[in-house]
């Protein structure tokens, strides 16, 4: 059932087109991921769908009956009271019902009769509307966000900014609306909380849109991927990893069709311009009102290739001795609470070191500590190599003055820029026209993350300290700074929760955890592995084989044996039934190749200027593709299921 219909969608700001012919639709089931880089219109497409802004052109129509959950990368906790009231505030009735069941615990403490009363009436009336169950259900919910059952009463006034993002994502989660749309959901979140919403997300029954620059995340729970481009917005019914391969496919055809157009135009030109005069005039002008009419074909709108040409590149450095820093009885607390204690860590040169663990577990805290900057009641030492030239990069961003515009920024860090230079400098991070010139006060996340990097690779860096530096950055970005870091020949010790840059940039792995620190020595991909085998359920040993005994006059079976004697038939025809299903799926895909290789043989040949039937062909060839797509998914899952 279709619960969000998008059609022909246009909208841009100050005369500038932002996004147009934006058409798609999500049913019930569907987990459709919303990817583009930064700055293509990501958010405001999902505050367009929630109704909160109006397109230029277009209409986004969400089933009438149909409840909406939106959360916003800007999280702004409204509810008053407790951490639980607010995560019930979905809830009206029940949360009403609650005030009043505890004003009234409060006034039975007089024992008057009336009182008491009262506490009854408002006891029976929380049952009827199921609190007791709802609180059950939120509690649970809450832990698996990082709410221990204790911080359920504190208020909300006291809690962090990522705090409040994750209780905001849990009030939108609770209430379990038919449309859930998600915009960042795992910026606040650690590796374990990222686990458990994946698995949420991909059970969910719901219709889900979610924008997110984590491509582990995205390939975990998306089953179709929506590409935002100025132009229009491409349709996959792929997860992420397998659309970024399937639009490359794409892309070479729809460049293979206008280059063919391309050449048919110049030759008809070259016609046109020879023959105008001569023998052949009104060849040459019938060709000329030919190309007149003819439908020009556009070249294909690549959105990531702009985003692609940012430079994340380290300036040479001098080398380090090999041993880089020699940490021992590292200890820390915060607050009261003790974080870690006796943390030694050998750190070799060329080493990249992922800190890893849950939210608040002291991974910054021993981040800080390691590269000299953890406060004066810390305990251990940090015995520093020779020759360090040290970059740290802080996930709060406090490396970068808001006061000042980004050409600024760069010349605090190297004076001898004139403003021009600082200007070429910031356009190897996609800072063009006039965004040098602009205050950082008014730069989005992604862009001080960007403006940040570049500070931080303007001096020769030997040893780098990153705090979450994927936070803001969006899929190409990471990816280039992925690079960046493993071709990097200096030593590295980064926090983050971005599995994919985790898994390609670490050689070796600290784990960061309540019950203690843990170094491992694989790298994070490595780690995960160990991790799933350790976690999972153990293998039932075989069935011991028993001698066999003397054969027995059968009795008469009971019900309960018949009624699994049906079972079982009814088990052996499904098998059956997959089975033939397997073979017609094999038939049908041999088939539908065949005919696909032969569309696209079509393809590839010129097509005398009938691009019309060319059009319809590349369509029939891109449907005929997805169709085959789907039967693969089918065969794969029953092959699997009979395996």
């Known amino acids: 059932m279709t619960v969000l219909q998008v059609g022909n969608v246009r909208f841009g700001y100050a005369g500038e087109l932002l996004f147009d012919n934006v058409t798609f639709s999500v049913g019930a089931g569907d987990r459709a991921a919303l990817v583009a880089p930064n700055g293509a219109g990501k958010s405001t497409l999902l505050r367009i769908v929630a109704g ?15 409840t909406v959950g939106y959360y916003r990368q800007s999280h702004e906790v409204r509810a008053e009271g407790d951490v639980l009231s607010a995560f019930l505030s979905g809830f009206g009735e029940v949360l009403e019902k609650r005030t009043a069941l505890h004003e009234a615990q409060e006034g039975a403490a007089s024992g008057t009769k009336e009182a008491l009363d009262k506490l009854a009436r408002a006891e029976d009336a929380y049952q009827l509307v199921r609190g007791d169950a709802l609180e059950r259900e939120v509690s649970i919910l809450a832990e698996r966000l990082g709410f221990a059952p204790k911080d359920l009463a504190r208020p909300v006034g006291s809690l962090s900014g990522g705090e409040r993002g994750r209780l905001t994502l849990g009030t939108i989660l609770a209430k ?39 491509r582990a995340f995205l390939d975990n729970v998306s089953n179709q991927t929506l590409e935002l481009g100025s132009r229009g917005l491409r349709v996959y019914p792929l997860a992420y990893s397998a659309y970024y391969e399937a639009r490359k496919d794409d892309l070479a055809r729809e460049r293979a069709v206008l ?102 577990a002291g991974k910054s805290t021993l ?14 030492t940090v015995k520093r190599g020779t020759n360090l030239q040290e970059g740290y990069f802080d996930q709060h961003l406090g490396e970068v003055d808001t006061a000042n515009t980004a050409v600024e920024e760069v010349r605090r860090v190297r004076a001898d820029f ?79 929760h971005d599995r994919r840059f985790l898994e390609n940039t670490t050689t070796r792995v600290i784990s960061v955890r309540p019950e203690g620190v843990d170094v491992y020595p694989g790298n994070f991909k490595e780690l995960s ?53 397997v073979k017609e799926l094999e038939d049908l895909i041999s088939a539908g190749e065949k005919k696909l290789e032969a569309l696209r043989e079509v393809l590839r040949e010129d097509p005398g200027g009938d691009w019309a039937k060319l059009a319809e062909r590349a369509k029939e060839e891109q449907s005929l593709a997805k169709r085959i797509e789907q039967m693969m998914d089918e065969w794969t899952r029953l092959s699997e299921t009979e395996a």
């Open 52 to 66: 909160e802004i109006e397109p230029d052109a277009g209409m986004a129509v969400i089933r009438r009956d149909a």
């Open 176 to 214: 379990k609306p038919d449309l859930l749309l998600l915009d960042e959901p795992t910026n606040h979140l650690d590796l374990d909380t990222i686990a458990w919403l994946e698995s949420f997300i991909a059970s969910y029954k719901g219709a889900v849109v979610v924008v997110s620059h984590d």
């Open 259 to 360: 280059e063919r157009q391309q050449a048919f135009i110049e030759k008809t030109e070259d016609f046109i311009r020879k023959n105008i005069a001569g023998q052949k005039t009104k060849q040459a002008q019938s060709r000329r009102k030919m190309l007149d009419k003819l439908d020009r074909v556009q070249g294909p709108e690549d959105v990531w290739n702009v985003a692609e040409r940012i430079a994340f590149r380290f300036a040479p450095a001098a080398r380090t001795g090999d041993i880089v820093l020699d940490a021992k009885d590292l200890g820390a607390e915060r607050g009261g609470r003790r974080l870690f204690s006796d943390v030694s860590l050998l750190i070799r040169r060329g080493e990249k070191i992922g800190v890893v663990g849950p939210n608040g």
């Open 367 to 380: 981040l800080k500590l390691l590269a000299g900057r953890g406060a004066e009641a810390d305990r251990g």
């Open 418 to 496: 004139t403003v021009e230079a600082a200007r070429q400098y910031l356009a190897r991070f996609r800072f063009w026209g006039d965004d040098p010139l602009r205050s950082v006060g008014g730069f989005s996340g992604g862009e001080r993350s960007r403006l940040a990097l570049a500070k931080l690779l303007l001096e020769p860096r030997n040893l780098l300290f990153l705090d979450e530096p994927t936070n803001h950055l969006d899929i190409p970005a990471a990816e280039i700074l992925e690079e960046a870091i493993s071709g990097f020949e200096g030593t590295v010790i980064l926090v983050s």
């Open 529 to 581: 592995a160990h991790v799933a085998k350790k976690n999972a359920p153990p293998e039932e040993p075989p069935p011991e084989k028993k001698a066999p005994k003397a054969p027995l006059k059968k009795p008469e079976p009971p019900p309960e044996a018949r009624q699994s004697f049906e079972q079982q038939k009814q088990v052996a025809r499904e098998k059956e039934r997959k089975k033939k299903r």
